[in-house]
């Protein structure tokens, strides 16, 4: 995927949103919804665009998925940066 891509893809600030809870840890569904407050399905369709994307990937615990970053995308939690290869995306300090 190149650069445009990704950045059409995270265009949309709830997909931006997840990537930044992501950087801090794999999280849960019900923990990224508490946090975004969207309707499951809103928030299913954009965890399914990251997905297809390859920029976060699941794993079953239980009956619980857990959402973490991609291991192909260079993460750098002190600095809030994430390196695709191609561009480097820095959050801002809340």
Known sequence: MDCSQIM???GDQTR???LEM???RPQHVHELND???LEPTLLSHHL???RDAGLVVTEREGRSVIYRLSPEIRRNPQSQSLDFGCCTLKFRPH
């Open 35 to 37: 946090e975004l407050g």
């Open 8 to 10: 059409k893809i995270l």
């Open 16 to 18: 931006m949103s997840v």
């Open 22 to 24: 992501l950087l801090k």
């Open 48 to 50: 399914r665009t990251l």
